[in-house]
């Protein structure tokens, strides 16, 4: 591998009134191991945030703290604060339920219940008691609507959620995590399991979300990242090592070790 200095660092950051999420001296360890170093970083409302890096530099384990998700791992301990709207999350006070109603999660795999197309959506709205029908119907179409999917399966709505191809599962599942109207979305590779046509469906869709939500997405695609984010933050070992905007990151980094990981001579 080059010569790079580790210690080096560019992270930018955004005006308080700005900031959706951020982290502060984030650290993430899975018993003695230590996996995030103590990450400082901030996300912008309404921008999607790409998390870049090679494999094992701990960007699903970053990613999976911002909601608390690491929390269901046994052996994982998350030290540091997670602020978001005045309130540091990783406070051991907090309900991680509600937490996870505004910071909602889609996975790498479409991950979609067993259930129809139309309770897949209403699941969690029907668990916090939400009973109106016209409620949920209202949900059902808007969450859909934002996922690009209620074309397709708006006339099948009591089908089996397993029936649909995997880009459209992995559409319910992004309607159904909106459908509880999180502020924030974190997707991680939400298309690497998806053919190209579905990869750009996905791609467009975030592109029409980030209007409501604020999207920060682990990606190993360095097109998708180059193509669809305004922010990309280049991880390695653990540590963030530069933070830009996607269109620096790509054509003018500041850091070697970032110009040559984009380009693909890293190492
Ligand atoms: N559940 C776990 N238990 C123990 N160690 C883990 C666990 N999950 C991740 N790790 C370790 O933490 C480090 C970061 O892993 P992580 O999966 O977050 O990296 P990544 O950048 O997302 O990798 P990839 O791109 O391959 O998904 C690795 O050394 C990994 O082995």
Redesign the pocket.
Known sequence: MADYNWNDRHIITFDDEKVALSTKDLKVF?GD?E?IHGIDMQFEKNKITALI?P????????LRSLNRMNDT?D??RVTGEINYEGVNINDTNVNVYEARKCIGMVFQRPNPFSKSIYRNITFALERAGVKDKKTLDEVVETSLKQAALWDQVKDDLNKSALALSGGQQQRLCIARAIAVKPDILLMDEPASALDPISTMQIEETMADLKKDYTIII?T?NMQQAARSSDYTGF?YS?DLIEYDKTSKIFTNPELRSTGDYVSGHFG
């Open positions: 899975y191991f996996s890096g494999s094992g530099s701990g960007k699903s384990t970053y791992i052996i994982a682990v190993h991880m653990g």
